[in-house]
């Protein structure tokens, strides 16, 4: 009889599509400059490493000390987005001063201005010096330019035919050269590998003033796309079934249900997206910046941050009754005012509710609780 951990082995084997070899610095910045591997794609997050942080990169390529391997996706077309090495990479081609602009356009030709490197901890005297330059005190020598074009990556290829669950696992468990994916970061690259089209469309959704507006997040949560997760949640939460359990992972929920969402051709997204403007504009014309924040009867006023419980228990009924809404906006603001100190809202945000659980309770609430004339 057939090892059962072995069969498991072997399909999940078949699922996972990779490669990996060394490829020189010189051939790296040939494929960049050629178009056939993009370093900023619409799903990464921008170039912010430091001068500091640039710098001790060169050093490591100068003095031998490995670095991590770069993760790179193959699309149908043969060519490279990365998925995990960009402030590894953004620096060594700025460096060269080749580095292009952040553009969508992948035939932007505008190059971001070469700096000159600080000193390090073994190589001080990398103050000031640049990739090249005529005035040969702050250059770089052809032999030290040629050693590091000559110096080896290990890049390691993900396949487009990888089953998604594989895709979506491995990027998961990158965790390399100190620059972590959140969990949208991830979900976004399987999203353009799905569907580039709705993704963009997802993302400009993102970007809607007055759902900014309505839902004032954190900057640390805005850069590690906390507003793209909110609008995958928005879809989730007005077409799941919800056919998973309580204890479920949240974040392989939301990724799941985002990737059935969209294979459903049932779906209208032009639609969507207007339902959306529309529901955000409405919320911040009622409740301005308060709309998913805690009212506090006592003090007549809302406050603190913005309340994931609060966003699952007002979007899916909201949406579903928007028209009897814009209609009676009186209505809707003490709905939203009342929602804290009901006794469903309580139990379904109370602590030890785990994530998925909590969603789906409140939904079944928000559909009940505004519903239109109740």
């Given at each position: 009889m057939e090892n059962t951990l072995q069969k498991e082995i072997d399909l999940m084997a078949k699922a996972i599509k990779t490669d990996n070899y060394p490829m020189?610095?010189?051939?790296?910045?040939?494929?960049?400059?050629?178009?056939?591997?993009?370093?900023?794609?619409?799903?990464?997050?921008?170039?912010?490493?430091?001068?500091?942080?640039?710098?001790?990169?060169?050093?490591?390529?100068?003095?031998?000390?490995?670095?991590?391997?770069?993760?790179?996706?193959?699309?149908?077309?043969?060519?490279?987005?990365?998925?995990?090495?960009?402030?590894?990479?953004?620096?060594?081609?700025?460096?060269?001063?080749?580095?292009?602009?952040?553009?969508?356009?992948?035939?932007?030709?505008?190059?971001?201005?070469?700096?000159?490197?600080t000193r390090t901890k073994f190589l001080p005297s990398l103050e000031g010096k640049y990739w090249d330059n005529e005035d040969e005190s702050v250059s770089l020598t052809d032999a030290q330019r040629r050693y590091i074009k000559r110096a080896k990556i290990l890049i390691i290829i993900i396949d487009k035919s990888s089953d998604e669950f594989a895709q979506y696992e491995m990027f998961q468990r990158l965790n390399t050269g100190g620059s972590h994916l959140s969990p949208q970061e991830i979900r976004n690259c399987i999203l353009v590998m799905k569907n580039e089209e709705i993704y963009k469309k997802l993302r400009d959704m993102s970007k809607y003033q007055n759902f900014m507006n309505a839902v004032p997040i954190s900057e640390k949560d805005s850069e590690e796309q906390g507003y793209l997760e909110?609008?995958?949640?928005?879809?989730?939460?007005?077409?799941?079934?919800?056919?998973?359990?309580?204890?479920?992972?949240?974040?392989?929920?939301?990724?799941?249900?985002?990737?059935?969402?969209?294979?459903?051709?049932?779906?209208?997204?032009?639609?969507?997206?207007?339902?959306?403007?529309?529901?955000?504009?409405?919320?911040?014309?009622?409740?301005?910046?308060?709309?998913?924040?805690?009212?506090?009867?006592?003090?007549?006023?809302?406050?603190?941050?913005?309340?994931?419980?609060?966003?699952?228990?007002?979007?899916?009924?909201?949406?579903?009754?928007?028209?009897?809404?814009?209609?009676?906006?009186?209505?809707?603001?003490?709905?939203?005012?009342?929602?804290?100190s009901t006794e469903q809202y309580l139990a379904a945000t109370k602590r030890g509710i785990r994530p998925v659980g909590r969603i789906k309770r409140l939904v079944e609430f928000s559909k009940e609780n505004f519903s239109s004339g109740k």
């Amino acid at each position: 009889m057939e090892n059962t951990l072995q069969k498991e082995i072997d399909l999940m084997a078949k699922a996972i599509k990779t490669d990996n070899y060394p490829m020189s610095i010189g051939e790296l910045s040939n494929l960049y400059q050629d178009g056939d591997l993009k370093i900023n794609p619409i799903y990464q997050r921008m170039f912010r490493w430091d001068i500091t942080q640039q710098s001790a990169l060169i050093e490591s390529i100068l003095l031998n000390i490995p670095i991590p391997p770069i993760y790179v996706y193959q699309n149908e077309k043969g060519k490279w987005n990365l998925i995990d090495g960009q402030q590894r990479l953004s620096t060594i081609f700025k460096f060269m001063g080749i580095l292009k602009k952040e553009s969508e356009d992948e035939d932007g030709e505008e190059l971001v201005e070469s700096e000159p490197l600080t000193r390090t901890k073994f190589l001080p005297s990398l103050e000031g010096k640049y990739w090249d330059n005529e005035d040969e005190s702050v250059s770089l020598t052809d032999a030290q330019r040629r050693y590091i074009k000559r110096a080896k990556i290990l890049i390691i290829i993900i396949d487009k035919s990888s089953d998604e669950f594989a895709q979506y696992e491995m990027f998961q468990r990158l965790n390399t050269g100190g620059s972590h994916l959140s969990p949208q970061e991830i979900r976004n690259c399987i999203l353009v590998m799905k569907n580039e089209e709705i993704y963009k469309k997802l993302r400009d959704m993102s970007k809607y003033q007055n759902f900014m507006n309505a839902v004032p997040i954190s900057e640390k949560d805005s850069e590690e796309q906390g507003y793209l997760e909110l609008v995958v949640k928005y879809l989730v939460l007005r077409y799941s079934k919800f056919e998973v359990s309580d204890s479920e992972n949240y974040n392989n929920f939301l990724t799941d249900e985002i990737l059935k969402l969209i294979n459903d051709d049932s779906i209208d997204f032009e639609n969507e997206e207007k339902l959306f403007k529309q529901t955000f504009d409405l919320l911040y014309e009622v409740m301005d910046e308060n709309s998913f924040k805690k009212y506090d009867k006592d003090k007549n006023k809302s406050c603190g941050a913005v309340l994931v419980g609060a966003y699952e228990a007002i979007i899916p009924g909201l949406t579903d009754n928007i028209e009897y809404y814009v209609a009676n906006k009186g209505e809707l603001e003490q709905s939203i005012k009342d929602l804290y100190s009901t006794e469903q809202y309580l139990a379904a945000t109370k602590r030890g509710i785990r994530p998925v659980g909590r969603i789906k309770r409140l939904v079944e609430f928000s559909k009940e609780n505004f519903s239109s004339g109740k």
